[in-house]
């Protein structure tokens, strides 16, 4: 299993500490880190923790600021090509602790339909979610036109905790640039419907714990550009509109 983490001007809050010593508890698992462009220290840090353990950990460059989606899918590419089972991407913050990519890949492992795992901020009773008020309810309102959109009751779209299965349907999803540079992963479910992707093939995930981290790279202006890209995915991509899954990973159907 590889799992892909964007980085854009990480240096002061990368936890490189962290990910070496799951590394070290989880053998299973690789990471692709993929400098979009940062104009801090970012990349010796990424060549530097990528040194630090040559087979489990590789880092990428890209020519210029891209955007998290382009980040992401040039790493996924990168590494379905070391032929996983399983790849992924997480927020390089680690808002979501990275003891829970086991979690989500258990899913795929005990059940084969399941093609895509997404991590869900849901604020249920033993569960440690701590999101800003004001952008739970901002996500509550763009997850419903998601929702919408997509043809599918999805709870959390924005989540930056997925992993997939490596199949010639994920690399057709991930052909071609993604035209959202904020909302790429509701461009991604659109384009895995599209692509023959059925609903139940897709899960949503409860996380146990995640805390928003602060410094958010996202601003203001940033959900009215988010609206505008969510009005084109529903122009680009037709669905029909179908079922879905949630749960707690022991029962998708």
């Not at 809050?13 to 940062?38: A, E, I």
């Not at 210029?64 to 070391?82: S, T, W």
């Not at 905790?161 to 349907?169: C, D, F, I």
Request: charged share 25%; with cysteine.
């Amino acid at each position: 299993m590889i799992v892909v983490v964007p980085c854009y001007n990480e240096a002061e809050r990368l936890p490189t500490d962290v990910f070496s010593s799951f590394l070290d508890k989880v053998p299973q698992v690789g990471f692709v880190f993929v400098n979009d462009g940062s104009r801090d220290r970012t990349p010796e840090l990424l060549a530097e923790l990528a040194a630090s353990h040559p087979s489990r950990i590789a880092a990428i460059d890209l020519e210029r600021n891209r955007g998290k989606g382009e980040a992401v899918r040039r790493g996924l590419l990168l590494a379905m090509d070391h032929a996983p089972a399983i790849v992924g991407f997480w927020d390089a913050d680690l808002s979501t602790p990275l003891e829970a990519i086991p979690q989500l890949a258990q899913v795929m492992i005990e059940h084969s339909e399941i093609e895509m795992v997404l991590g869900a901020r849901v604020g249920l009773l033993g569960h440690d979610i701590r999101r800003r008020v004001p952008r739970h309810y901002a996500g509550r309102i763009f997850a419903t036109a998601a929702s919408l959109v997509l043809g599918i009751p999805v709870y959390d779209t924005q989540c930056g905790a997925k992993l997939m299965r490596n199949t010639e349907r994920l690399r057709e999803v991930l052909r071609e640039p993604f035209g959202s540079r904020w909302i790429f992963d509701v461009e991604m479910i659109a384009r895995f419907r599209q692509a023959g992707g059925k609903a139940r093939s897709i899960y949503e995930f409860p996380l146990d714990r995640w805390h928003d981290i602060g410094h958010s790279k996202v601003r203001p202006g940033d959900y009215l550009r988010a609206i505008f890209e969510l009005s084109a995915i529903h122009r680009r991509y037709r669905v029909t509109p179908g079922s879905s899954t949630r749960g707690d990973g022991r029962d998708p159907q």
